[in-house]
């Protein structure tokens, strides 16, 4: 069963600006506590890319996206949401919405139990 669906994924050119919504549809929504973006290149590693809490509004970010990325959450519409602005072409990637319930001890990226299928992010220099 789907849980999360993202969109607004698309190409761009250096220096420009996309949105990428995360949609929790699934009955699991009301367990969760913390929505993430993350991201994949070709030939990389998953990696994390922004953190929302979504009982708290706090946020995380990676260093790589610091300044140039802003994650927010609306829960009446139980939407996630990542404004990327200032892109650059090493930011090509796929980008994932994820989440996942309470952890205290878990570091800021691991443990996540609820995956989207993934929306490409193309920059051009």
């Known amino acids: 069963q789907v849980q999360l669906v993202e969109s607004g994924g698309g190409s761009v050119q250096a220096g420009g600006s996309l949105r990428l919504s995360c949609a929790g549809v699934?009955?699991?929504?009301?367990?969760?506590?913390?929505m993430a973006w993350f991201r994949q290149a070709p030939g990389k590693e998953r990696e994390g890319v922004a953190a929302?809490?979504?009982?708290?509004?706090?946020?995380y970010y990676a260093d790589a996206v610091k300044g140039r990325f802003t994650i927010s959450h609306d829960s009446e519409k139980r939407t996630m949401h990542m404004q990327l602005n200032s892109l650059k072409p090493e930011d090509t990637s796929i980008y994932y919405c994820?989440?996942?319930?309470?952890?205290?001890?878990?570091?800021?990226?691991?443990?996540?139990?609820?995956w989207g299928q993934g929306t490409q992010v193309t920059v051009s220099s």
């Open positions: 699934g009955t699991t929504y009301r367990t969760y506590h913390i």
């Open positions: 994820a989440a996942r319930t309470l952890c205290d001890e878990c570091d800021p990226w691991s443990s996540f139990g609820f």
């Open positions: 929302v809490n979504i009982r708290t509004g706090s946020t």
